[in-house]
Nanobody, 131 residues
Framework: QVQLVESGGGLVQPGGSLRLSCAALGFTLDDYAIGWFRQAPGKEREGVSCISYSGGSTYYADSVKGRFTISRDNAKNTVYLQMDHLQPEDAAVYYC????????????????????????WGKGTLVTVSS
C-alpha cells in the first residue's frame, strides 16, 4: 500500500523541541519533493517547510525560519522536520505531502495550484505546545 506516515508529534512545553518524521511506504522518496504543512483549529492549512526532490532547494515559512530545519534521508526513505524553540502558535496537526520531481520548494509550499497537485498526503500528527 502506497502511503506517507507521519510520526513524532506530541505535547511539548514552550521553548521545547520535537522532530517529526515522514516515512514513505510502498514507494521511494528519491524522486519526490516533500512538504510539511500544518493546520490549526479554525485556520487554513499552511505550508511550513518544503524540500525539493534533490534536496537542493528548501523553503521555510517566515514564522518558522531559524527554528525549524527540514532534511531528507533517502536511504531511510524518510524526511524530517526538526522543530526547536516551539511556541504555542506552532500547535497544529502537521501533515507531510509528496510531489514527484518537484525542484522548486518555494512553489510547493505556497502555490495553491501546486497544493492541489500533490501525489500523496499523510494523515497527520498532532503537535501541542503548552505549559
Amino acid at each position: 500500500q502506497v502511503q506517507l506516515v507521519e510520526s513524532g508529534g506530541g505535547l511539548v512545553q514552550p521553548g521545547g523541541s520535537l522532530r517529526l518524521s515522514c516515512a514513505a511506504l510502498g514507494f521511494t522518496l528519491d524522486d519526490y519533493a516533500i512538504g510539511w504543512f500544518r493546520q490549526a483549529p479554525g485556520k487554513e492549512r499552511e505550508g511550513v517547510s518544503c524540500i525539493s526532490y534533490s534536496g537542493g532547494s528548501t523553503y521555510y515559512a517566515d514564522s518558522v525560519k531559524g527554528r525549524f530545519t527540514i532534511s531528507r534521508d533517502n536511504a531511510k526513505n524518510t524526511v524530517y522536520l526538526q522543530m526547536d524553540h516551539l511556541q504555542p502558535e506552532d500547535a497544529a496537526v502537521y501533515y507531510c505531502a509528496a510531489l514527484g520531481t518537484m525542484s522548486n520548494a518555494h512553489a510547493m509550499c505556497v502555490m495553491t495550484e501546486v497544493y492541489f497537485a500533490m501525489d500523496y498526503w499523510g494523515k497527520g500528527t498532532l503537535v501541542t505546545v503548552s505549559s
